[in-house]
């Protein structure tokens, strides 16, 4: 069982689905070393956002706007803006419930299914399913028309849903690229252990492990998953000066020396190059961010660009069929 018992951390990436331990650090006077040569300094906690009001998307996702007021804001950047479908029961239908057809420009949609399954279809040929654990990254760029329904046979059966949608932005001169789209299963996402739960890296790297998403600029996306009953310490990685958003999804946190309830998110200053709190028993806790991109952000609807004049291109374009 290495890494326990020896003073070295533990990684377990899962790689097809198969995972694999693999130690590292070292231990006695080297590891002290090493540990004084590469000290780091933890972010500080800038602000804390209060839980939003809940709202219905379509008929099938009761989310929260986690970011409020600082959606659409450099402060945040390159997150956009955050939803979050707490768990809810939803009874057998033959019904469609979700979101219909509608586009997008300039920007990246990130789906995670925590509970349930999410379908998905668009304009560029993409149709697919994911469900818990799974991730949907999807680049709309230059224009993608896209729905969004729980899956038929999760319909049919009824069941918890939850899941959660973050909006990424993209540089300027990449808003026009092609559309992309990347499912990412759970169980080629890598993880890596620490004493009481594990991180899955879903975007950017942590304690030298990559994410399994490609991004067109440096964006942190990791789910940390506690499974101890007592409250544990948790480290992630935050390069310097990326923003950090810390994101209560289950249970609380408390990170330098303020308390994140739950649906509660933590913008942390971008000094440091980690984030350090502690988690309750048997929570999930999201960090989201990247280099912040110091562009303009102009939105309107589902379309983020740089100018206004982007903006009505983008409407005159849709609304001219030049999106399918």
Same mark, same amino acid.
């Given at each position: 069982?290495?890494?326990r018992?020896?003073g #070295?951390?533990r990684r377990?990436?899962?790689l097809?689905g198969?995972p694999?331990l693999v130690?590292v650090?070292?231990?006695?006077?080297a590891?002290?070393?090493?540990s004084?040569?590469t000290?780091m300094?933890?972010?500080?906690v800038?602000a804390? $956002?209060p839980?939003q009001?809940a709202?219905w998307v379509g008929d099938g996702f009761?989310?929260?706007?986690v $970011?409020g007021?600082?959606a659409?804001?450099?402060e945040?950047?390159p997150?956009l803006?955050?939803?979050?479908?707490?768990p809810r029961?939803?009874e057998?239908?033959e019904?469609?419930?979700?979101?219909?057809q509608?586009?997008?420009?300039g $920007?990246?949609?990130?789906t995670l299914?925590?509970?349930?399954e999410?379908?998905?279809a668009?304009?560029a040929?993409?149709?697919d399913?994911?469900?818990?654990?799974?991730?949907q990254?999807?680049?709309?760029?230059?224009?993608?028309i896209h729905e969004?329904f729980?899956s038929r046979?999760?319909?049919r059966k009824?069941?918890?849903?939850?899941m959660?949608?973050?909006?990424?932005n993209?540089?300027?001169?990449?808003?026009m690229?092609p559309? #992309?789209y990347?499912?990412?299963l759970?169980?080629?996402i890598p #993880?890596?252990?620490?004493?009481?739960?594990?991180?899955?890296?879903i975007?950017?790297?942590?304690?030298g492990?990559?994410?399994?998403a490609?991004?067109?600029?440096?964006v942190?996306l990791?789910?940390v998953?506690?499974d101890?009953?007592d409250?544990?310490?948790?480290?992630?990685?935050s390069?310097?000066p990326h923003n950090a958003?810390?994101?209560?999804a289950?249970g609380?946190l408390?990170?330098? +020396?303020?308390?994140?309830?739950?649906s509660?998110?933590?913008?942390m200053?971008?000094?440091?190059?980690?984030?350090?709190f502690?988690?309750?028993p048997k929570s999930?806790i999201?960090?989201m961010? +990247?280099l912040?991109?110091d562009?303009?952000i102009?939105?309107?609807?589902?379309?983020v660009?740089?100018?206004?004049?982007?903006?009505?291109q983008?409407?005159?374009?849709f609304?001219?069929?030049?999106f399918l």
């Open positions: 069982n290495p890494g018992g020896s #070295r951390a377990v990436m899962r097809a198969r694999t130690a650090g070292c231990c006695g006077a590891a002290e070393a090493l004084t040569a000290k300094t933890g972010k500080s800038k804390v $956002f839980a009001r709202h009761y989310v929260f706007p $970011f007021s600082k659409f804001t450099n945040i950047s997150m803006m955050f939803d979050y479908a707490a029961e939803f057998p239908t019904q469609q419930l979700g979101v219909g509608h586009p997008h420009r $920007f990246e949609t990130v299914a925590l509970q349930g999410i379908e998905h668009d304009s040929g993409h149709r399913v994911i469900g818990k654990g799974d991730v990254w999807m680049t709309a760029a230059k224009g993608i969004e729980h046979e999760f319909a009824g069941g918890t849903m939850e959660c949608q973050l909006w990424v993209l540089p300027r001169e990449r808003k690229d559309p #992309r990347q499912a990412l759970d169980a080629n #993880r890596v252990e620490f004493d009481g739960g594990y991180v899955r890296v975007a950017g790297e942590h304690d492990v990559p994410g399994a490609l991004t067109h600029s440096p942190d990791l789910h998953l506690v101890a009953d409250d544990v310490q948790v480290r992630l990685t390069p310097q958003l810390l994101f209560a289950r609380h408390t990170v330098d +020396g303020k308390t994140v309830g739950e509660q998110v933590a913008l200053n971008t000094d440091g190059d980690h984030v350090q502690t988690a309750s999930q999201l960090l961010g +990247g912040p991109l562009e303009p102009a939105n309107r609807g589902p379309f660009m740089s100018t206004q004049e982007e903006l009505d983008a409407m005159t374009d609304y001219s069929g030049r």
